[in-house]
């Protein structure tokens, strides 16, 4: 960690453990997948949940303003409370609209190597959050 790395909570609650588990279990799935728009979607998602992860744990609520009541997507929610974090959450964010249209059945949408690329890079984001948040890094996903 980086001195302007935010020390994490010494305490994490349930949902921030709970989506971490989610994002491995839909790594798992990406890798085990043969179709390749799922395993690109299942690859994305699980950076999402790792995302929510970092969101459960550093997010506080905020007064109700007009700013506040505008909706904001998971990235930028995690450039606000996790600055550290935004070259990843720009990765992500650039990657939902394939992720919309592979989960749409888009055959198109992704090539095989696009897919096998985003599982490496969701596997390697989830153990950057995992080191963020004070934990243990994961055994790396071997992907074929």
Do not use: C
Request: no cysteine.
């Amino acid at each position: 960690m980086t001195s302007s790395t935010p020390a994490p909570p010494a305490f994490l609650p349930a949902a921030t453990h709970a989506y971490l588990e989610r994002a491995a279990t839909s790594l798992r799935e990406a890798i085990a997948s043969s179709d390749v728009p799922e395993r690109y979607a299942l690859a994305h998602v699980a950076g999402l949940r790792a995302a929510a992860a970092v969101l459960a744990a550093r997010a506080r609520p905020t007064p109700t303003t007009a700013r506040a009541r505008r909706q904001r997507n998971a990235w930028v929610l995690l450039t606000e409370v996790a600055p550290e974090l935004a070259e990843w959450a720009a990765f992500f964010a650039a990657g939902a609209d394939k992720r919309v249209a592979a989960e749409a059945g888009s055959r198109r949408a992704v090539t095989a190597r696009e897919a096998d690329d985003l599982v490496r890079d969701a596997d390697r984001f989830l153990a950057v959050v995992e080191i963020s948040l004070g934990l243990t890094e994961h055994a790396p996903i071997r992907v074929a």
